[in-house]
């Protein structure tokens, strides 16, 4: 017997290691590379149905799931969309019965990114879905892919709102995933050529292309070269842009990518057609319509819709057992209750008197809490008497000074035309300092404020800047960062600075700010395409002690780089943030 006993344990540790070895084998099937799948369909199809009844027969469930998910989106990408979104909701259940909500999640995104092309209003209802698991369960995890799907979705509802969430996801990528920084720089390529803002089209076109040909990646490719076609198309140059798609569908049809077979003739019969040549046009519209009706000859809607039934059924049959088990814990916690409620009546008489007891010290320490926030109140209004009157001192009070020593001298003057400019002169520098006393009061006026406000106001500033100078503002900040008073009027001063320094010394035609957040600090980027200087040959201007000197004056720490390319300033602040729920 105690042979038998030995014999079992050794039995069942021996098979404990084996199940654990198969879901090992399943998780690395399931963690395939993209490129590898798009570029393989056929086999990656293959392989993930293996893959469905390995996890099935072991019951490994999340492993099944995971499985499901990736051959539903080889079903989309071979443009077969009613087993796809079949797949991906067989997918989403088993997550849900799990309560693995991140894949959850992501399930849903990609549900409402592939039936975008047969009806986005249901598109739009799925990402809405994921984006409450993403609030409810405070998710982190794919958010880049779920914004840059979604402003995929929603371009043709409203292309602002896709912009700014193509731009949300390329922030967000480009610090966690590389391989998904080219489908980002995509799309804010193609929307930027719908604006007819090529120079940042072929920006952003460039760098995913830099990306994407480092690899082995056909589909990419073929991808890439669509959308440099879509550029040429807006621009318009018809030849180029038929270059591109014709490069483009050679190697989509290589890779049998059938959404961008459908996409390249479809373009083609239009761009061939705005040519003349008839001829052409009506091949690929003859393909472009072969292609389309193969996707279409089954009733996709009805299907959906059918699989849309069979979802909501499954997840109220999930929602009812929680209910009931969350019934039954209650019903557990009342008893628990009535039984601590008596424990608690019995002790509460012995600790009345030490509460009263601890109440009145906590009394005396208010009191004297009270005494030391009220010293502390004090000495805060002393340094912010002392902060308006230094800003005051150097900017108005010198200018006012300036202002009457000139008015002085007129009188000195014999020449009246000279009097006459030197009063014009006066006149502007009086404009300027009210200007100056103007932005000291809406510094002193804001306790507090965010990026955007300081925003809005350097915007301002564009208005009075020569013609032939451009600039650019970005704002990278996720979170909402507040900033005091005193950091308002500083970083507005800086940038005053750096501008005024570009126009008088640089010779620039570009100008580029851009705040960004770093850890718990802001990033301030000031830069121009201006000649530059040597930092080694030539000393600072009272400019750039200034815009150092207000950097450090709330705490940041101050760089300055220059060259034949150009200036860069940074300031690195420390601020306050102020972390919300995704949006």
Known sequence: MKHWGVFLIFFLIFQTGLLGQEKKVIDSINQLDYIYVSNNLAEAKELFQKNIESARKIGYSIGEADALHLLAAVYCLQANYDEGVKTFIEAANIYEREKEYQKLATAYADIGFRIRYIDVNKGVDYFRKAVTLYKK????????????????????????????????????????????????????????????????????MNESDAIRFKFDDPVGKADNWAYRGDIFFEIPQIDSSIYYYEKSLRLARECEYDFLLRYDTKRLALLYQEKGD???????????????????????????????????????????????????????????????????????FFLFRYQRSKRENELKELELKKQLETARLEKEFANEKIRISRELHDNIGSHLTFLISSLDNLGYLPDSEKKLEKIADLSHFGRQTMKDLRDTIWAMNHEEGSVEQLMVRITELRSVLPENLYVDIDN????????????????????????????????????????????????????????????????????????????????????????????????????????????
């Open 476 to 583: 990278e900040v996720e979170e909402e960062l507040v900033l005091n008073g005193l950091q308002l009027l500083n970083i507005f001063r800086i940038v005053q600075e750096f501008i005024q320094n570009t126009i008088k010394y640089a010779g620039a035609s570009e100008i580029k700010l851009s705040f960004r957040s770093i850890g718990d600090s802001l990033e301030l980027r000031l830069s121009d395409n201006g000649k530059g200087f040597d930092l080694k040959e030539i000393s600072f201007g009272n400019g750039i002690h200034n815009m150092k000197k207000r950097c450090e004056d709330i705490q940041g720490h101050f760089e300055i780089e220059s060259g034949p390319s150009g200036t860069l300033v940074v300031c690195r602040l420390p601020v306050q943030m102020n972390l919300e729920s995704l949006q």
């Open 278 to 348: 008839y001829q052409n046009a009506l091949k690929y519209f003859k393909m472009n319509k072969q292609l389309e009706d193969s996707v279409l000859n089954s009733n996709v809607q009805e299907q959906l819709a059918a699989l849309q039934v069979e979802f909501d059924t499954e997840h109220t049959k999930l929602e009812l057992a929680e209910q009931k088990s969350k019934l039954e814990a209650r019903q557990k916690w009342i008893t628990v209750a009535v039984g601590a409620l008596i424990v608690l009546i019995i002790t509460s």
């Open 137 to 204: 369960h405070r998710l982190t995890g794919n958010l880049h892919a779920v914004y840059n799907n979604y402003g995929e979705t929603i371009r043709s509802i409203n292309s602002d709102s896709a912009l700014y969430y193509f731009k949300k996801s390329l922030a967000v990528t480009r610090k966690d995933d590389s391989i998904a920084i080219p489908f980002c720089l995509n799309n804010l390529a193609e929307e930027y050529a719908r604006r007819k803002q090529f120079k940042l089209a072929f920006k952003y």
